[in-house]
């Protein structure tokens, strides 16, 4: 069975070595191109004018002093962008979020936008467009939206999920519930019950690199992107459709792509740069800003959440129930049907094994930014809160933290919260493994606590499509449509020299053009080793099944008499003795004579990823004069099912974490109450640095995952889930504060400190 | 404003070069110069993706106009392999994985070189501090203190087989 995705315990030989990452060299040496390393013939400087309030009507915009300025070569407003969206609400919301139509929704919401010959005049025509607004009463807080009184962002929203339907609109839209069993009963059967209620700010995913793209639109129809994506081929159709182009006419070119953990899954600036360069028939080159990036691309909600859990005197959970407020910018979440508290709703329980469970995700609309994925979205916040509780829930019972997480823990054969039964699943093991690494025993100083937290994230396939073809030397050249993040490319390569039986030197992996491969889903969801490497697999074996037809050819033996084995073609049995193996390379340097170019491609949407558990275990010392926290130590155990390239799963582990610490002690959007970001910037919204941090240890387990050949299963994201439970954990047992609000910065920790002397 | 000339180094080689006067360094070595392994996150001396040295002192060439650049040395990462072989730093941030992206890693190469240059044995705060103001989202830094940590002790090892031979020689 060529395309049987079943583990297999095949032995392995080149999966799991630390090889160099093909395209080391031209990142360290910076001839790697980016988004914004890229430059068009005749190319003109594009440009943003974007809102300075909340909420406001555009009464006028003005553009005839800037059009008169020389080198100005194209205005655009939402007129020049006329809605074919054709009844997809979705898309609507894409094309508003683009460009402003009637009505500024958020504070760094694009207006117009200009082309022209270079950036300074770019700049002076933005300052000649003028704008009339009037303003429009907003709210950015969460729960102050959902409040009786707070303005209704659109007139046209009611709350899906709930019956009734209601009869007039709110900025709650969507409800989603979730669970199995009675809670009700199970907290009547329970000794103890927590209820607490957190909160947790916005944060941005922070990549270094801006958004950036060149685009390029023919009188003819036909375009080109440059863009820095997680997903090429999606900003293609989305595009397109904006646009009223033909797909296959818009070809889209992947860059390097410096960073994005999610933010790069969605259009932000692209369409319009394209309207600008066919508006101008010159290829536009943007790059957004630094402010504009915080502004005005998709930071993570900011949240406010109940959790209650009731237990026995023993540990055992007797039932739990999570209320989950998440706001999604302006617009309803970007993944049609599954809003962002929906898909945290989800993931609430999903480390326990629970007889009575329900959880409510309410989404909502403010005047912020749209909202986008980041990494695990909306996971790290349900995660914090259930994660504190459950320490909570220990202290109440005099049971040891740890061990109520493991008296609990799902296990294959457990209901998850939501929904399916588990098979194989690593949340037991990595608690194992905490109780049994040296972390858990090093001593503590005063002022220093220890705290350790639990994450899941579900892992996602989807459609995948990847090219394998064999130059006449025997080196391998791989295609696939997924982008490299953080080392794919390496991986990637590992997979098609294992089942080619080839040294990893052989092969050679690039990130196919729209116009190389079929559609690739973005990459996201801890998709690409996963998704990209099963497609290899499969074209590598289609690939072998044409290297035995042409050996067949080339000895005049029948294809069943012919085996693939470490790299050679092999003719079975003592009639053959006298036929020496072919290599690949033999066999590749016949091919123009035996049929033509040696290839396998494969095309399919590879399921079950495989669900990921992780377990974090965080030391912290708190100064109470300052409230400041440093991390000590840190250590992330986490099932990976297998570690193709594991330096570059560390890499994710620590990268995850990391990014949690910062979200747990330094960042967060601050608005005023003009509803205007105060601080769109790397100095004011602080993300950890180098000095910050220790070395953040991992451990990773390989729990196979059933549904890959070797057991792989998505290992991106689950990092990120944990750190900001496991810190407040850590804090509390360091100076006995129960922080309920991220980030949990200083002044909010001397704040709680303060609290605790006072009563 | 008529543009100002500027005669200047980099990377070894003679340079002219015309800019505006307000036009940033790192505007004339990215768009002028084609120097485009010299990155911007930020535009405001935040990130650090932009680290240049100006006569062998690191800055931020988003924070140096072109015009304050005549008759002076600039080094970017497009000059830090020598005569097609890479610098130690580089050959260990590709060992050690301490790219995972790759957007930041010509600043934390070049703000790594200047540290081992003045400083050939960093303690691993030392290393840490020296690196604070360079931004990485992707990797949490623990893999790139520990390929500058390896390259200082490569370095070192190749320092001291260079004074073996040295006194060898005299013996």
């Known amino acids: 069975m060529a395309n049987d995705p079943s583990y297999t315990k095949q032995k392995l030989k080149v999966i799991g070595s630390r090889v160099r990452r093909p395209d080391g060299v031209d990142k360290v040496t910076g001839r790697a191109k980016y988004g914004a390393d890229h430059n068009a013939p005749g190319q003109l400087v594009g440009l943003f004018l974007r809102s300075p309030h909340a909420h406001a009507r555009i009464k006028k915009i003005s553009t005839a002093r800037a059009e008169k300025l020389s080198g100005v070569k194209a205005i655009i407003t939402s007129e020049d962008l006329p809605d074919l969206t054709k009844g997809d609400t979705a898309a609507r919301d894409i094309l508003e979020n683009c460009m402003a139509r009637g009505r500024a929704l958020y504070d760094g919401h694009a207006v117009a936008a200009v082309a022209a010959v270079d950036e300074q005049t770019a700049r002076k025509a933005l300052k000649l467009i003028k704008v009339t607004y009037e303003l429009l009463p907003h709210v950015t807080d969460v729960d102050e939206a959902l409040k009786p009184d707070a303005p209704v962002i659109h007139d046209y929203l009611y709350t899906n999920g709930v019956e009734p339907r209601p009869t007039k609109p709110s900025n709650l839209y969507n409800v989603a519930e979730f669970g199995h069993g009675d809670v009700d009963a199970g907290f009547a059967q329970a000794d103890v019950v927590v209820e607490k209620s957190y909160k947790t700010e916005q944060v941005h995913q922070g990549y270094i690199e801006p958004h950036a793209c060149v685009g390029s639109v023919n009188p003819d129809g036909t375009g080109e992107l440059w863009v820095t994506t997680q997903g090429h081929f999606t900003y293609r159709s989305v595009c397109a459709n904006l646009l009223g182009m033909d797909i296959a ?154 061990d109520l997480r493991i008296k609990n823990a799902a296990r294959e054969g457990t209901r998850a919260c939501y929904g399916p039964v588990y098979g194989p699943i690593g949340i037991g093991a990595t608690l194992q493994a905490v109780k049994n ?233 601050i608005y005023g109450d003009d509803g205007r970001l105060q601080n769109p910037g790397f100095l004011d919204y602080r993300i950890p640095v180098c000095s910050d941090l220790p070395f953040i240890d991992t451990q990773i387990l390989e729990i196979p995952n059933p549904n890959h050949p070797y057991g792989v299963r998505g290992v991106g994201e689950t990092s990120i889930v944990p750190p900001l439970a496991a810190i407040g954990n850590a804090i509390s047992n360091a100076v006995g504060v129960r922080m309920d609000h991220t980030p949990m910065s200083p002044p909010r920790i001397l704040k709680a400190l303060e609290q605790l002397h006072a009563s | 404003m008529a543009a100002v000339l500027v005669s200047t180094t980099i990377n070894g080689d003679a340079v002219e070069f015309a800019c505006p006067p307000q036009e940033s360094l790192l505007a004339v070595l990215r768009d002028r110069l084609g120097l485009t392994g010299v990155k911007e996150g930020c535009g405001t001396g935040d990130c650090g993706a932009c680290s240049v040295t100006l006569d062998g002192r690191l800055v931020c060439s988003c924070l140096v106009l072109g015009a304050e650049v005549d008759g002076r040395e600039i080094a970017t990462i497009e000059g830090m392999a020598e005569n097609g072989k890479l610098h130690p730093l580089q050959e260990n941030f590709i060992e050690h994985a301490a790219l995972q992206c790759g957007i930041c890693t010509p600043g934390f190469l070049m703000a790594a070189k200047v540290l081992l240059d003045r400083n050939p044995q960093p303690t691993e705060t030392e290393i840490r501090y020296a690196l604070a103001g360079n931004l990485c989202r992707c990797t949490g830094y623990d893999k790139i203190v520990r390929a500058v940590q390896a390259t200082a002790t490569e370095l070192r090892q190749l320092e001291k087989k260079k004074s073996r031979r040295k006194k060898s020689k005299k013996s």
């Open chain 1, 249 to 402: 006419k818009l070809k889209v070119t992947s860059s390097e792509i410096g960073g994005g953990f999610g933010g790069k899954t969605h259009v932000w600036i692209e369409p319009v740069v394209l309207a600008l360069s066919r508006k101008a028939n010159r290829p536009v080159k943007a790059v957004m800003s630094r402010e504009e990036v915080f502004r005005a691309s998709g930071p993570a909600s900011s949240t406010s959440i109940d959790v209650k859990i009731g237990a026995k005197k023993d540990g055992t959970i007797t039932a739990a129930f999570a209320a989950l407020r998440y706001q999604s910018g302006p617009f309803p979440g970007a993944i049609p049907g599954m809003p962002w508290a929906a898909i945290g709703a989800m993931t609430s329980f999903a480390c326990y094994n629970l007889a009575n469970v329900k959880t409510l995700g309410y989404d909502v609309v403010v005047n912020r930014p749209k909202v986008a994925a980041y990494r695990a979205p909306s996971a790290p916040m349900i995660a914090f809160a259930v994660e504190s509780t459950m320490d909570m829930v220990a202290k109440e019972l005099g049971i040891e933290p740890l």
């Open chain 1, 437 to 669: 690494h040296p972390h858990m025993r090093a001593r503590l100083k005063k002022n220093q606590g220890r705290g350790m937290a639990c994450g899941f994230w579900f892992n996602f396939g989807g459609q995948t499509c990847a090219d394998l073809n064999i130059a006449t030397d025997g080196s391998v050249t791989l295609t696939v449509g997924t982008i490299d993040v953080g080392g794919s490319r390496a991986s990637l390569s590992l997979i098609a020299a294992e089942e080619l039986g080839i040294p990893y030197k052989q092969v050679k992996a690039h990130i196919g053009d729209t116009g190389s491969l079929g559609h690739n889903d973005t990459t996201e969801g801890s998709r690409g080793t996963f998704s990209s490497g099963m497609a290899i697999v499969f074209a590598a074996r289609q690939a072998i099944e044409v290297l035995r037809e042409r050996a067949a050819i080339m000895w005049e033996i029948p294809i069943e008499d012919i085996i693939w084995k470490d790299g050679h073609a092999k003719a079975r049995g003592s009639k053959y003795s006298r036929l020496k193996p072919l290599s690949l390379a033999d066999i590749a340097a016949q091919s123009p004579s035996t049929g033509g170019p040696i290839a396998g491609h494969n095309e399919s949407v590879p399921d079950n990823a495989g669900v990921s558990f992780a377990s974090h275990i965080c030391d912290v010392e708190v100064d109470p004069e300052t409230g400041g926290t440093r991390i000590i130590r840190y250590t992330v155990i986490q099932d990976a099912g297998k570690a193709i390239h594991p330096t570059y799963v560390e890499g994710q582990m620590q990268g995850g974490a990391a990014q949690g610490i910062g979200w747990a002690l330094n960042e967060e959007y």
